[in-house]
């Protein structure tokens, strides 16, 4: 091969390298936060012993194995009157944690009666620390941090849900 050869194929294999490298970098593609929007799937009314309405909340509505496992996580947000309600085949002990949950939570245990019968409030995002029932529950109620003691919710406090389409 002669030099001017050699040059010529040198820098034909260099402006190939180079090429998609710029090419490349101008075809970068802006990555999209994920955003997932609150759903009403059923309506929930908080009520004292004596039947007094506490509040009626929207709820979204978790009850096979992947919305359980992952109920509020990626949530930027959730208005007040908004709580997602967790309804598992069988009252037993269950535990939370808010790993990648953006969003402070109370989380109310209810048994199948649907009388709360313990909390864990102020849950604090992204913690994985363990928040277990100290009873068996069926269902289990999450609204934003604080809710729980502004309403004056109490243990033996009821809930009653439906589902709407």
Request: aromatic content about 10%.
């Amino acid at each position: 091969m002669t030099r001017n050869a050699f040059k010529i194929v040198a820098m034909l294999t260099l402006g190939a390298c180079c090429v998609p490298l710029k090419s490349c970098k101008e075809d970068q593609k802006t990555i999209k936060p994920l955003v997932i929007e609150f759903k009403k799937e059923g309506e929930l009314v908080l009520k004292k012993v004596n039947d007094s309405i506490i509040k009626r909340l929207d709820i979204e509505i978790a009850d096979d194995d992947y919305q359980t496992q992952t109920g509020l996580m990626y949530r930027d947000q959730m208005d007040q009157d908004q709580g997602m309600l967790f309804v598992f085949p069988e009252a037993d002990y269950h535990s939370f944690y808010m790993k990648n949950t953006k969003i402070a939570l109370d989380i109310i245990y209810i048994d199948a009666d649907k009388k709360i019968v313990s909390f864990q409030k102020n849950a604090q995002p992204f913690k994985e620390t363990s928040l277990p029932s100290i009873v068996p529950a069926k269902y289990v109620l999450e609204i934003n941090a604080g809710l729980s003691d502004q309403w004056l919710l109490e243990v033996g406090d009821k809930v009653e849900y439906q589902r709407v389409d």
